[in-house]
């Protein structure tokens, strides 16, 4: 079965700085993987996906992502953090049916 | 275009009491599908439909009740609520069509069970 793991709970930038989420998925054929954020009590806004094609995908609000098949990775970054940037992301992997699998999710502070 | 509704927002219940969470689409879209979130367990999917009438169970089904008897509906039961279903729950959809489909969410209901 597919999973999707997302090594940080918890991660703190400086507002400015750059920003790397990490996301490592298990699925069996090739993977259809999406980011996704959301701020607290709200709900899910898809940042960027990749189905297939180019391996760095350009998403919304400045975000990018990186499909490496031979590291199973699909880590989400950021040039220059913001500090409306602050909430929880989530990486998920396609699975049946159109279904998704989503990461435990990490959780990004922007500090000053 | 509404997208994906869902009703209520929110809503609290007591143990053993029932109530349906209500889930509709405008999109003519086959799939649909419902998830939980809880606090560090990301979203976990209940159960899911690929169109009228067929419905299967997700990673996390017992305790939820499901049907599908239109392609726009697709309400979640919950038949005798208990607190560890207290959580989040988003209803998606999306079409159907060769390899992958992007789902499309809900803003969620938020249920508390005291």
């Known amino acids: 079965a597919q999973s999707v793991t997302q090594p940080d709970i918890h991660i703190t930038v400086s507002e400015g700085a750059s920003l790397e989420l990490r996301c490592n998925y298990s699925?069996?054929?090739?993977?259809?993987l999406f980011w996704y954020v959301q701020s607290p009590g709200q709900g899910l806004q898809l940042l960027l996906k990749?189905?297939?094609?180019?391996?760095l995908v350009q998403g919304i609000k400045g975000f990018e992502a990186e499909f490496k098949r031979s590291q199973s990775s699909f880590n989400l970054r950021k040039p220059s953090v913001h500090w409306s940037d602050a909430a929880e992301y989530f990486c998920a992997v396609g699975a049946g049916y159109s279904t998704l699998t989503f990461g435990k999710g990490t959780m990004l502070l922007v500090s000053p | 275009n509404a997208g994906v509704t869902q009703t209520p927002k929110f809503q609290v219940l007591k143990t053993g009491q029932s109530m349906t969470l209500q889930c509709a689409q405008d999109?003519?879209?086959?799939?649909m599908s419902w998830y939980r979130q809880d606090p560090g367990m990301g979203l976990r999917l209940i159960h899911y439909s690929v169109g009228a009438g067929i419905t299967d169970q997700g990673e996390v089904p017992n305790g939820y009740n499901v049907s599908r008897s239109t392609t726009e509906d697709f309400p979640l039961r919950l038949l005798s609520a208990a607190p560890s279903q207290t959580s989040v729950y988003f209803c998606?959809?999306?079409?159907?069509?060769?390899?992958?489909?992007?789902?499309?969410f809900g803003p969620g209901t938020r249920l508390t069970v005291l």
């Open positions: 699925y069996g054929a090739t993977p259809y």
């Open positions: 998606a959809s999306s079409s159907t069509g060769q390899g992958y489909n992007e789902q499309f």
């Open positions: 999109m003519n879209h086959e799939y």
């Open positions: 990749y189905f297939s094609g180019d391996t």
